[in-house]
Nanobody, 123 residues
Framework: QVQQVESGGGLVQAGGSLRLSCTAS????????MGWFRQPPGKEREFVAA????????YYAESVKGRFTISRDNAKNTVHLQMNSLKPEDTAVYYC????????????????WGQGSQVTVSS
């Protein structure tokens, strides 16, 4: 069973930066398009960013464009999310998963989720 492991979250002031990392046990991520999702307190999980298998194509939710950057290191089986200019509304648990494009949406591909990484942005 695939098990994603997210890390790098924490508490930061508004305007600060964090870098999240994701790896997976039991599976090479290199052939999958990968993405980040987040679940704010009391809300549904939502799409944040996606990257194709080679790292050449990047996609972002409108709310994070220009502030977040997704990247991957296939040699290390790792996907990253660099988050700059953080806002209180970015507070959420962040998860990574493989993604599929369905119409104009990116949806999670793996049925299992990791424990996520908590990001808290104070005002």
């Amino acid at each position: 069973q695939v098990q994603q492991v997210e890390s790098g979250g924490g508490l930061v002031q508004a305007g600060g930066s964090l870098r999240l990392s994701c790896t997976a046990s039991g599976l090479s991520l290199n052939t999958y398009a990968m993405g980040w999702f987040r679940q704010p307190p009391g809300k549904e999980r939502e799409f944040v960013a996606a990257i194709n298998w080679s790292g050449e194509r990047l996609y972002y939710a409108e709310s994070v464009k220009g502030r977040f950057t997704i990247s991957r290191d296939n040699a290390k089986n790792t996907v990253h999310l660099q988050m700059n200019s953080l806002k209180p509304e970015d507070t959420a648990v962040y998860y990574c998963n493989a993604v599929l494009k369905v119409g104009t949406d990116y949806v999670p591909s793996f049925t299992s989720w990791g424990q996520g990484s908590q990001v808290t942005v104070s005002s």
